[in-house]
């Protein structure tokens, strides 16, 4: 049995589909159905029930979907044992923030493809939740506050964040000098989250309100620019927008609590070479920027 023709089926079954698959694979449509057609072929099986509106997997589809992943987890950590001490070999996965990915993580990965020319890796940046089971990701570098789930995850380095507004906005409405001063103010929103704050060593949660909201931090900062509202950003987001005045700090005296950068991955039972060495890379990465800082 092919091992391509296991790993394609998996993606099928992830994907929900022949055309999913072949965007996570960077292949045709023609070469996933090939290889599907030839696994059927192969077990005498339909795996995919093909009709006018899509595609689902049949009994037997579901059924020899999970060992079809576990066989091709088992190969990798198989093939990863006997590779020459760190080398690297197949395909990375990641899912990547947008609004901090391609500033501050695009060129450790980068590295990391240079320094091993025979593993594919496919970066996906996006700032909604990525679901790394269900879409098939090996990780995802995630920032911020991570929320109690069952991946597995390895802090790679700092994130600092501050509340702020643009001098216009300060004028127009004053500037809040207690979390609780918030609740009167325009807040700039991802959705419906609640920012933390220090007063002292006690962390205060605020559930701030406001009329803009955008899943996207560096529109979210483009608002504050304009006087929208105030904002609760990481400093990488902000830092030039502060040191030419476009934005200032607010609320200096209950600042948030110290976030962080994360490698989560799927809790399975392998840690991945690939992944540790991505970490890796990165922890590398924020440990020379803070030394040359």
Known sequence: MDIEELRTFVEIAQAGGVSGAARRLGVSKSVVSRRLIRLEAELGVQLLARTTRGAALT???ATFRDHAARACAE???????ILPDGELRGR???????????????SVIADMARRHPHLQIHTCYTDRFVDLIAEGYDCAIRVGYLPDSTLLSRRVGPLYVKLVASPEYITAHGSPETPDDLLAHQALLQGTESWQLMDGD?????????????????ALVAAAAAGLGIAYLPDGLTREFLASGTLVPVMPRYPPPPAGIYVVRPPDQHLAPKVRILAERLIACFDEASHGA
């Not at 190969?75 to 044992?81: F, H, K, P, S, V």
């Not at 309100?209 to 560096?218: E, I, P, V, W, Y």
């Open 59 to 61: 009994e037997a589809g």
């Open 75 to 81: 190969i990798d950590a198989a093939q990863g044992t």
């Open 202 to 218: 006690r962390i205060i949660t605020v559930r701030p309100q406001g009329r803009f909201k955008a899943d996207n931090g560096s």
């Open 92 to 106: 990375l996965r990641v899912a990547a923030p947008l609004s901090f990915g391609p500033t501050h993580f695009a």
